[in-house]
């Protein structure tokens, strides 16, 4: 299992930008500074694919492939 982790200044992630990508271990780190906060989402994939959840909405969140 692999996952990405993306960051956004917002909670419905707009824009953003991925953190880490394609990692296997259990951590990450981040060197930005959050100014004032900052807001992550993670995506797992394995050979099913993967997701990044629902909003409190239910609409399924979406975000392009990390490189």
Known sequence: VLYDLV???SPTFPGGSC????????????AANPAPVLFYLVRSRNSCGGN?????NGVPRSYPACP
Do not use: Q, Y
Not at 52 to 56: A, E, I, Q, V
């Open 52 to 56: 990044l959840g629902t909003s409190s």
């Open 19 to 30: 953190v880490e990508s394609g990692g296997s271990d259990l951590t990450a780190v981040d």
């Open 7 to 9: 960051r956004d200044a």
